[in-house]
């Protein structure tokens, strides 16, 4: 009785604590269900906005080649206009209308540059086929190891939907970026000093080409007024070439103002976006690391609890046993017990008995010598034999209950 209230006491406790264990445990997990979701609903709108910025950098990509091309073409016209060479016009104007577009700028166009343009085009353009701001993430953590390859490690931790392989890939690939365009930027800056040196000695050759008929006419004629009209020629030439040149420079510088300010707003919107998305980011990281120690503290609780439940049963269980096999240790006592009376009990009847059957005769040996009974009864005289009345036939007894029948 002791032993079973015991155990119903046990198990009310049980049932209490179970029951306290489970509201906890489902308050809980409605913690956990909106942080997932919460943590779903982020995820969903990092990826629609990356997607969105994809496809944005694509059309700038777009209009970026659009406007180099525009830009190499007009360039080229300035370049024909400020020499006045009717021939280069004319040449200009023969191969423009006989080559497509695309393929008399590559052919004007140093081959460093149309290598890095190709390899650009190839590849997915300046970031590599990845987004701005996985771009951005990666060249940060790379500037700050120095290239070293211990970046990798960091680099994985801020972009979270990359792997490594991919970075390694993306690591070779900007190495071939660099090196592609630290060539196109020398060959621009060696092209573009040639070409000013062609600009100069063409200037150079037609000046002596406009003195050469004064010197010869001077020879001639001797005549200073023509001499002097010459030169008011040449110098008003001179000065409106100098005043178009100024011109063209004074756009030129206040258009390039204009898109370096174009393009200054554009970085700082673009900053502005990218600090918005690195704490949304964070923030989404901090969310998922303190629902990692949560759903860690949690799981160890519980796991606690169960070896604690496991250790109370588990004791519970060996009282149980301690106590059954020590009922049935004094059963198997009392059991041997009673068998060991009921055996000296039938001893002492036995004893009993023995004493009042007792044989007292005396001993004979030589009635061992003696007939039996029996053998006398044998050897006694019979009647003559032979055949006589026969008076007295034995039959056989006939029950009282069929006499008279």
């Not at 987004?131 to 211990?150: A, I």
């Not at 190495?175 to 040196?197: C, D, G, P, V």
Request: charged content about 40%.
């Amino acid at each position: 009785m002791l032993f079973a209230s015991h155990f119903g006491n046990g198990c009310g406790t049980q049932e209490g604590a179970s029951w306290t264990d489970s509201k906890t445990a489902s308050s809980k997990c409605r913690v956990v269900e909106k942080l997932r979701e919460m943590m779903e609903e982020i995820e969903n709108a990092i990826n629609t906005f990356k997607e969105e910025q994809r496809l944005i950098y694509e059309e700038l990509i777009k209009e970026e080649k659009t406007t180099n091309n525009e830009l190499t073409a007009i360039s080229r016209k300035i370049d024909t206009w400020t020499l006045g060479s009717p021939e280069t016009e004319k040449t200009s104007r023969a191969s423009s209308g006989r080559v497509p577009g695309d393929r008399a700028t590559a052919g004007t166009l140093p081959e460093e540059v149309v290598d890095f343009e190709k390899f650009l085009q190839q590849t997915g353009g300046r970031q590599g086929g990845w987004d701005d701001y996985d771009h951005q993430s990666f060249v940060r953590v790379r500037s700050k190891h120095k290239g070293r390859p211990s970046f990798v490690g960091e680099a994985l931790e801020h972009l979270p939907g990359r792997t490594q392989e991919e970075v390694q890939q993306h690591e070779k690939w900007y190495q071939r970026f660099l090196a592609l365009e630290a060539r196109k930027k020398e060959s621009i800056q060696n092209w573009k000093t040639k070409k000013q040196q062609k600009k100069e000695e063409i200037f150079k050759l037609k000046e002596k080409a406009d003195n050469v008929p004064v010197f010869f006419h001077d020879k001639e004629d001797d005549s200073q007024k023509q001499k002097e009209e010459k030169r008011k020629k040449q110098k008003l030439a001179v000065g409106a070439w100098k005043k178009q040149k100024s011109v063209e420079l004074s756009m030129k510088c206040a258009s390039q103002l204009k898109e370096e300010e174009e393009e200054e707003k554009k970085q700082q919107k673009e900053r502005q976006r990218q600090l918005k998305l690195k704490l949304l980011l964070e923030s989404y990281t901090r969310q998922k690391k303190e629902q990692e120690a949560f759903l860690r503290l949690e799981k160890e609780r519980r796991e606690k609890a169960e070896k604690a439940e496991k250790r109370k049963t588990a004791a519970d269980e060996i009282s149980r046993f301690q106590e059954r096999d020590l009922q049935k240790l004094e059963l198997k006592i009392l059991d041997r017990q009673a068998k060991e009376d009921e055996k000296v009990e039938k001893q002492r009847r036995l004893a009993q008995l023995k004493q009042k059957v007792e044989n007292r005769v005396g001993r004979d040996p030589s009635r061992l010598y003696k007939p039996t009974k029996g053998w006398e009864e044998r050897t006694k005289k019979t009647g003559p034999a032979g055949c006589g009345p026969l008076q007295h036939i034995p039959h056989r007894a006939v029950p009282t209950w069929r006499q008279g029948l």
